[in-house]
């Protein structure tokens, strides 16, 4: 359990001993003769056929409904549905951390909602429609037929405003219809329970208000429900999306639905604020029992009135954006039967990329392609290795390409020009710098675990997204974890990969890599005005170019954000010293000397291998300062402390 002030300790019960249990014989003699879970009365019945042979499995369940029962709750039991547990079954699977980093329900800031995409996607009208977007952003489709479905049904609205504005029209009159069937449901615990000297004239008062409501309530999402029935236009897309009872006919719920309204009519006609009796106690028991007994069509009912409120949500999301907003092209997971997937692989394929929820207050967004993987086009490398200065918007496009997948995969148009993708089965991110002071857990150990994560269950049809990888330790053990990291998921995971780094030499070990695209996030040096003035500023021009970043322009960012000019002018006089103290070490025979024959043949061997011939090898590049530091320094102290010298070679 997560709230915006951290995790939540969760109160807990002791059960009684173990001696105190019923036998397996006993719980499925007390479950039949309680009647618990007869709403799901076929299932419940074959469930439990098929654990007879496990008796402490039964006598588990038997203590359960027992402590249920000292707590006076098993009652709730009646009305439970036998529903089975299979979490990320047929979705994409997003953890909590991934939910935090990318700012799914609660934004960096303050915790609140705003910049979130819950709020950007949320123009529902009913509570129910917005429950169930949560649900929906939580557990995306990976089913590509079951994303189209939903897909054509926003690609309709957005054709036909008069059916939204239709929609919309009957939707304003609709209560919180899930929350009124729940209470209704919980009210038929027993009999007794209705009766009005137990009750209370407050609270039987509440329940006939709830049971009018959810009755008026249904009728005007029932007229909905029967008028798309009739639009052509939507009707078939429709039927794809939910499984709806029979709604007309002799049996069907419109006739069951108009007994209850005629009956709210002459016994409550003025339900919301009706003064109960004793006979009204006993006639409402009768009619809620009587309408609890079709509780699960109720419930598709309710549902498929969410569906239609949530997709209308995203249609009008499509129409009113500030950016342009396509349909998706989903393509089968990589582990399909297709023939073309299997041979090409997960791909990634965004033209005219956006952050649908970034822009300030008359922002302009700046839009950029994304290619990862192979199409039938051509073939695109599956790793994206990214540069560029601080501040330079590196973090903003890489959360925009893991939220175009999780709008893509909801069955929402996505913010950009052309959008194809293979469905992802996971996303994984590794964002931020935090520590967890209570837990114990350091900035880099929280980093290391997100990354652990990563490594353990990544596969090939997984989107992953790692940001400064290894800043939280040394510059030799960041950058080593970082290189290691990146390697292992390009050459063994070979999933989709975002990674974005300061670690400038990572560029030249994968120039030439076939999997890996290197580019950055533009910048420009502009000079102060006035005209004359031979100072510059750091301007971000947010547009992906190709390459990698020349420097992370850390001195200028330092200077915007308000260290005095004499610090940063400090900090270039001692940047400059150290990177002409680095560059005269390994010019110089003096220092050269510890640079064994030994170490300079293994050194050209590693130019060679990435493409850099030694003959050409520039001592005035910053990363070639790097590269040769990290690999003289680590040689040396290799050699240093090993016994055996050539064994290490």
């Not at 040096?525 to 190709?546: D, I, T």
């Not at 960012?557 to 150290?578: C, D, F, N, R, S």
Request: glycine letters at 6%; proline letters at 4%; charged letters at 20%.
């Amino acid at each position: 359990k997560y709230s915006s002030s951290g995790s939540v300790e969760v109160q807990t019960t002791p059960v009684l001993s173990v001696n105190g249990f019923l036998d397996a014989g006993e719980v499925k003699n007390m479950i039949q003769s309680k009647k618990y879970f007869k709403g799901s009365k076929d299932l419940w019945d074959f469930l439990l056929d098929g654990v007879t042979h496990h008796e402490f499995t039964l006598c588990a369940l038997g203590g359960l409904i027992d402590h249920l029962s000292r707590l006076m709750m098993d009652d709730v039991l009646c009305n439970g549905e036998v529903l089975p547990y299979q979490v990320y079954k047929g979705c994409l699977r997003i953890d909590g951390q991934t939910l935090i980093n990318l700012e799914v329900f609660h934004n960096n800031a303050d915790g609140g909602s705003t910049g979130t995409l819950f709020k950007y996607l949320d123009n529902c009208i009913t509570p129910a429609g917005k429950r169930l977007l949560r649900s929906w952003i939580c557990h995306p489709l990976k089913d590509v037929e079951e994303i189209n479905n939903r897909l054509s049904v926003v690609e309709a609205l957005t054709l036909h405003a008069d059916i939204m504005l239709l929609v919309a029209q009957f939707l304003r009159k609709v209560p919180d219809l899930e929350r009124l069937l729940g209470r209704v449901k919980a009210a038929v615990q027993s009999q007794a329970t209705l009766v009005l000297p137990l009750v209370g004239k407050k609270a039987l008062k509440q329940r006939v208000k709830a049971f009018g409501s959810l009755v008026k309530g249904l009728r005007v999402g029932m007229d909905l429900l029967i008028l798309l029935k009739t639009e052509e236009r939507v009707n078939l897309l429709l039927s794809k999306i939910w499984n709806l009872p029979e709604l007309r006919g002799n049996n069907g719920l419109n006739e069951f639905l108009k007994q209850f309204e005629a009956a709210i009519d002459s016994d409550f006609p003025k339900y919301q604020d009706h003064d109960p009796t004793e006979t009204d106690a006993e006639t409402l028991s009768i009619l809620i029992e009587l309408f609890v007994e079709k509780a699960n069509q109720w419930s598709q009912v309710i549902f498929a009135i969410s569906c239609i409120d949530l997709l209308r949500s995203f249609a009008a999301i499509a129409i009113d954006s500030s950016g342009p907003m396509s349909r998706p092209c989903i393509l089968p997971q990589s582990t399909s039967s297709s023939t073309f997937q299997n041979e090409r692989g997960p791909m990634l394929k965004i033209k005219g990329l956006w952050h649908p929820f970034a822009l300030g207050e008359g922002g302009v967004p700046v839009p950029n392609d994304i290619a990862l993987g192979e199409d039938r086009d051509c073939q695109h490398a599956r790793t994206l290795l990214l540069t560029g200065p601080n501040m330079g918007g590196k973090s903003t496009l890489l959360r925009a390409a893991c939220l175009a997948v999780i709008m893509a995969q909801l069955g929402c148009y996505v913010p950009c020009e052309t959008c194809v993708l293979s469905a992802a089965d996971m996303i994984f991110t590794r964002l931020g710098a935090v520590d967890r002071i209570m837990s114990g857990e350091s900035t880099f150990y929280i980093e290391c675990a997100e990354t652990a994560s990563v490594l353990q269950n990544a596969t090939q049809d997984s989107l992953v997204l790692l940001d400064e990888l290894g800043r939280g330790t040394s510059t030799f053990d960041g950058y080593a974890i970082a290189y290691a990291v990146f390697r292992h998921l390009t050459e063994q995971v070979k999933c989709r990969l975002l990674f974005a780094t300061h670690y400038h030499p990572l560029t030249k070990e994968f120039a030439s890599h076939p999997h890996v695209s290197l580019q950055h996030m533009a910048c420009a040096m502009r000079p102060h005005s006035p005209p004359g003035n031979k100072e510059y500023e750091l301007v971000f021009l947010y547009r992906l170019a190709p390459g990698a970043c020349p420097e992370s322009y850390g001195l200028q960012v330092a200077l915007m954000a308000g260290i005095p000019k004499a610090v940063v002018e400090a900090a270039t006089a001692a940047a400059g010293a150290m990177k002409e103290m680095v560059g005269e070490n390994f010019k110089s025979s003096e220092q050269r000397s510890e640079f064994s024959t030994l170490h300079e043949e293994w050194l050209k061997a590693a130019l060679a291998f990435s493409s850099c011939p030694a003959s050409n090898f520039n001592y005035s590049d910053d990363d070639t300062y790097d590269t040769l530091f990290c690999l003289w320094h680590e040689l040396k102290n290799s050699f240093a402390k090993s016994s055996n010298p050539r064994k290490i070679l």
